[in-house]
């Protein structure tokens, strides 16, 4: 997992080399979003949903101390233990810690992005500590020891075929066979036995309830839960911004949740838990790991509403086409994309860029974040505050000169469409970024402006 | 104090105290946040959403239909298992166990639940219902046992009728399934590979 790391528009030029797999992937991920629309379409109330779940996640920005230590307080009167993460290394030292405590050296873990985001498994693993993935799609990327490209959707950027060739070699399976469900069923029996014989099962979070110090789980395989009732030691991690006040508000973000991840009305399984089972120890780690600083951007802390649906993604015309690897950051794509410049500018300066600016990715968002506006406000700190590439610098010098001054914007018009149409190989070249992967169009005779000047007078 | 104890204690403060610095001013509740779903039949919903996930809804007028219903539909299955009283006849396996790993090799359990929820399929189950948490889970195929009159139009009315949950609880919508392969759908992932939802009459 220690490959240089591309920019994303090198990384989306090698990602569309082999046309009929791009057109695949930017066509499944459509399939997504139009179940989304259409179970969307089934609440007359969505629309107001939206609102109430925006309004919550705002009160909640507004309110996170006291929500969190009223949590903490909770959880602790629950039999639950609570640790605090400043950051990634913390976070993992506190989970090493717990295992070694426990002299344990093999875990499962259900899905948590959190974790992708801090490393942790490379971490654990260079400690002496097996982690296994068991949500299918994180099992099939880890045994690919890649990270996943979508965070719902782990492995949505591999064919039938990969995950044969991938499932022949690590489990066994028949050569050549691409059956889903044969293969689903290796993988069922592969991992029932690591959750009889795993002493420790960490999971995610994806609410966690102020009032009642309980947080709920969701998954459609039912792998979280599998992990942590077999397991003698249940590990939760949690970004501080998962926090909800109250368990009603559970009502509006169940039922928003599903349906704009997948299109589904609920997952299988929303698991809630509030104690340890009998004899059972239950610990969560709420990790901060630059949320605190994302908190006070006041252009950008709207992204701490996030609850990692991943709608924006499959929605998104860039995401689609360029695949989730190529944003080199946990989470992927316009959420991704907001996120990622808090935790390292100077990494992810490209991921702002990597956006049309088309809006849809707003229009999706269950909590209402503004993605588009953001990515658009991220391009601008980033400019100013030196971390936008030469190229890309000269390039907006150029076109700032003939936007601010009409008579070279024509001038500059009239020559340009003058030449493309005497001199088509002057555009329809490599040289011309706009020409990859598509024809330069036929260009028009006149401006519109032109156009107008000549028939004003009719 | 340990390192780690040590880690916590001053991080917690540290966090606490840079979200206080930084966090937006003070924002109000919205006052909506709950919805009515108008249905023309709650049952009709819940058995339309829960064909929709390959979950077949049977009713039964009384605890002797279940059973019979029980022994028609798992006839020859070997490694039953009921938290249901009036079924233990049909049970062969005893959920009497200390250690939940015991269970790996149920086949199919019977159990009683709380109640079902129109707008999705799912049935809620808790502590309350379950001597090993894990059973709905590692039983290889599931049937749930409601009152026929518990169904809830949506999740705000859902989480109305729990008001606080006890120690573990969970919305369980249809059989275990997954679409990591190719987005392919396919039925028993990790959890019960099929699930059959009994609405009991009367009591």
């Not at chain 1, 528009?9 to 046309?19: G, K, T, Y």
């Not at chain 1, 028949?174 to 420790?200: C, I, M, S, V």
């Not at chain 2, 058995?47 to 039964?60: A, D, K, P, Q, S």
């Not at chain 2, 369980?172 to 679409?179: D, M, Q, V, Y």
């Amino acid at each position: 997992m220690s490959k240089t790391v591309m920019e994303h528009a090198d990384a989306s030029e090698v990602f569309n080399r082999d046309e009929p797999y791009v057109n695949w992937h930017d066509e499944t991920l459509w399939f997504v979003r139009q179940k989304r629309d259409k179970s969307s379409k089934q609440l007359p109330e969505w629309e107001q949903l939206r609102e109430a779940a925006s309004g919550i996640k705002h009160y909640v920005l507004s309110h996170l101390d006291e929500l969190l230590i009223s949590f903490e307080q909770k959880a602790k009167e629950n039999g639950v233990q609570v640790h605090w993460a400043a950051n990634a290394a913390e976070h993992n030292e506190i989970v090493l810690g717990l295992l070694k405590k426990h002299k344990i050296d093999k875990m499962v873990k259900s899905k948590s992005m959190l974790t992708e985001e801090c490393h942790m498994n490379e971490f654990l693993q260079k400690n002496g500590i097996e982690v296994i993935d068991t949500d299918l799609g994180e099992r099939i990327v880890q045994l690919r020891n890649e990270p996943p490209s979508h965070i719902v959707l782990p492995a949505i950027h591999l064919k039938k075929k990969d995950i044969g060739d991938l499932f022949h070699e690590h489990l066994g399976t028949d050569a050549g066979a691409t059956d889903p469900q044969y293969l689903t069923e290796a993988a069922r029996q592969h991992l029932r036995d690591k959750f009889l014989t795993r002493r420790a099962a960490l999971t995610g979070v994806n609410f966690a309830v102020a009032e009642t110090g309980s947080f709920v789980v969701s998954t459609n395989e039912g792998n979280a839960d599998m992990g942590a009732h077999l397991a003698d030691i249940h590990i939760a991690c949690m970004g501080f911004e998962k926090i909800i006040p109250k368990q009603e508000h559970l009502g509006v973000f169940l039922r928003l949740l599903a349906r704009s991840a997948t299109g589904q009305p609920i997952t299988t399984y929303s698991s809630h838990f509030k104690k340890p089972r009998e004899g059972q120890e239950m610990h969560i780690v709420i990790v901060d790991n630059g949320r605190s600083t994302q908190l006070g951007r006041k252009d950008f802390r709207n992204s701490l509403k996030c609850i990692r649906c991943g709608a924006c993604m499959n929605t998104c015309p860039v995401y689609r086409r360029s695949g989730g690897h190529s944003y080199h950051n946990a989470v992927a794509g316009p959420i991704g994309s907001i996120l990622a410049p808090n935790l390292d500018m100077t990494k992810n300066a490209d991921l702002p860029f990597a956006s049309t600016l088309c809006g849809s990715c707003s229009n999706v968002c269950p909590v209402k974040i503004d993605i588009h506006d953001q990515l658009y406000k991220w391009r601008q700190v980033l400019a100013k505050e030196g971390h936008v590439p030469k190229s890309k610098e000269i390039g907006i010098r150029a076109m700032s000169t003939v936007l601010a001054a009409p008579r070279f914007y024509q001038w500059s018009g009239r020559l340009g469409r003058t030449v493309m149409r005497a001199m088509p190989f002057m555009v329809n070249n490599a040289l011309n970024p706009w020409y990859k992967q598509r024809d330069m169009p036929e260009p028009p005779k006149e401006s519109f402006r032109d156009w107008y000047v000549r028939n004003r007078k009719n | 104090m340990s390192v780690t104890e040590r880690i916590d204690m001053s991080s917690r403060d540290k966090i606490l105290g840079q979200i206080r610095q930084n966090k937006p001013d003070e924002v109000a509740l919205p006052t909506v946040t709950t919805f009515v779903s108008h249905f023309e039949n709650t049952e009709d919903k819940f058995r339309e959403m829960l064909g929709l996930i390959y979950t077949e809804v049977i009713v039964v007028k009384n605890l002797e239909e279940l059973a019979a219903k029980a022994e028609e539909l798992y006839a020859g299955v070997v490694n039953r298992a009921t938290t249901i009283p009036a079924l233990s006849a049909w049970a062969d396996f005893s959920l009497n166990v200390s250690d939940p790993h015991e269970l790996e090799t149920i086949e199919i359990a019977i159990v009683q639940a709380e109640f079902g929820v129109a707008e999705n399929g799912a049935v809620w189950i808790s502590d309350q219902y379950l001597p090993h948490r894990v059973l709905p889970f590692i039983t290889q195929n599931l049937a749930f046992v409601i009152p026929r009159n518990a169904l809830v139009d949506n999740m705000h009315e859902a989480y109305v009728r729990l008001q606080d949950t006890l120690g573990w609880g969970c919305f369980i919508a249809g059989p275990s399934k997954t679409a990591d392969i190719e987005q392919s759908l396919v039925i028993g992932a990790h959890g019960a590979r099929s699930m059959v939802i009994f609405l009991l009459e009367g009591e």
